[in-house]
Every structure is written in structure tokens, then in C-alpha cells.
């Protein structure tokens, strides 16, 4: 069971936003830098947000990260078929010492 | 180009070990942490360890600690894994992965697949 908690699904229809939330505590969220991670089955992970918000070069715009408290957003607007994978939060924690993930959100469209 | 190859993964029986490989190219390796990530059989990604720039510090997940060991060698632009004492949960898709700022995963191997059964 992660420490970083997401919906384990998010659908919506072409040209529709999304939203999904990553709920985290003071030791994590709280404290450290959200990254979001696309992920397709069979191919390796792709970084779509770091340090909450930041878009990495050759990531649309379409994909914006929020951060409030212990809770991170990312939300994909203008939705496209290509968009179906699952999508990870992910960010340091000091209790742990580690990295933590998500358990991840299918998004379907 | 700039590219992390995996490899190494294999069939190993419980109990045995394996090492994993990730061969860098195309920026400078010495001058950043490197991780490895897991994916399970239809589960999500999981951290695994990590290790700065000269090797002097690094960080386990519980689950690992005292059976893995995080390397590397930058004289040849690699990152390793030494698997020991494996268990069937240790199957797994394995990455190695580069971190840059914010503990931002920025750079990502293909993957190679772990598989423990007997």
C-alpha cells in the first residue's frame, strides 16, 4: 500500500479535462517536489512534471501540475485518445527515506 | 545520443542471485544520482535504490535492504544492481533511471525483466 494515495481510474471523452489528485502527508507532499509520470504498458516511463508544476521540454502544454498542502494535482486538458496510459505521483520522503509512488491512475478516454 | 541500456535480467530460481547492468551514454554520468525503479506483474512502479554521483551514499527500499547492493563504475558510464538472496516478489520489470532536479526521474532505460520461480 503506497503512502502516496490516487484514484485508480479517471476517464473522460476527446477534448475533455482531467484531473487526478495525489493525497500525501507532511513527510512527502508536504515537504518535498511532485513529479507526474506517464506510463504505457511495454515502454519505459516518461516524466511529465517536476517540481510541481515545471514541464519538462517537449511536454505539451495540455499537461499542468498543481500542489496544495500534502495534496498534488495533474490535470490533462484537451483530451486525446493517445493520452490512455497510467499516470504516477511521485515524490521524496523524509520519514522514509525514499522515493514513494502512487499506485498509479489509468486514465481511459 | 543520450540513452540508458538495461540489462542482466534472467530466470533465477529463489534463494539465487543476479546482477543488473545500465550502460550510459550521451551526457555526464559522474556528475549524477542514478536510481533503479520495479514494476511487478500488474502492480505500479516502485523505487528500489539509489546512489549519488561518487557512490558514497545510497538509499534502499525496506523490502531490498541487506539483499541488494546499488553500484557504479563511472570510469565505464555504468550503474549496477546485485541481486542476492531473491524472492518470487523481486519479479519485476527493472529501469535504471537518471535523477535530476527535484528528484525529477528525467531519463529512463528500456527495461530488463526479472523473473524468481523455481
Known amino acids: 500500500q503506497s503512502v502516496l494515495t490516487q484514484p485508480p481510474s479517471a476517464s473522460g471523452t476527446p477534448g475533455q479535462r482531467v484531473t487526478i489528485s495525489c493525497f500525501g502527508s507532511?513527510?512527502?507532499?508536504?515537504?518535498?517536489?511532485v513529479c507526474w509520470y506517464q506510463h504505457f504498458p511495454g515502454a519505459a516511463p516518461k516524466l511529465l512534471i517536476y517540481?510541481?508544476?515545471q514541464r519538462p521540454s517537449g511536454v505539451p502544454d495540455r499537461f499542468s501540475g498543481s500542489k496544495s498542502g500534502t495534496t498534488a494535482s495533474l490535470a490533462i486538458s484537451g483530451l486525446r485518445a493517445d493520452d490512455e496510459a497510467n499516470y504516477y505521483c511521485a515524490t521524496w520522503d523524509d520519514s522514509l527515506s525514499g522515493l514513494v509512488f502512487g499506485a498509479g491512475t489509468r486514465v481511459t478516454v | 545520443e543520450v540513452q540508458l541500456v538495461d540489462s542482466g535480467g534472467g530466470l533465477v530460481q529463489p534463494g539465487g542471485s543476479l546482477r543488473l547492468s545500465c550502460a550510459a551514454s550521451g551526457f555526464t554520468f559522474s556528475s549524477t544520482w542514478m536510481t533503479w525503479v520495479r514494476q511487478a506483474p500488474g502492480k505500479g512502479l516502485e523505487w528500489v535504490a539509489d546512489?549519488?554521483?561518487?557512490?558514497?551514499?545510497?538509499h534502499y527500499v525496506a523490502s531490498v535492504k541487506g539483499r541488494f547492493t546499488i553500484s557504479r563504475d563511472n570510469s565505464k558510464k555504468s550503474l549496477f544492481l546485485q541481486m542476492n538472496s531473491v524472492r518470487a516478489e523481486d519479479t519485476a520489470i527493472y529501469y535504471c533511471a537518471r535523477i535530476s532536479y527535484g528528484d525529477a526521474l528525467d531519463m529512463w532505460g528500456q527495461g530488463t525483466v526479472v523473473s524468481v520461480s523455481s
Open positions: 546512489i549519488n554521483e561518487d557512490g558514497s551514499e545510497k
Open positions: 507532511r513527510s512527502n507532499i508536504g515537504k518535498n517536489s
Open positions: 517540481s510541481d508544476f
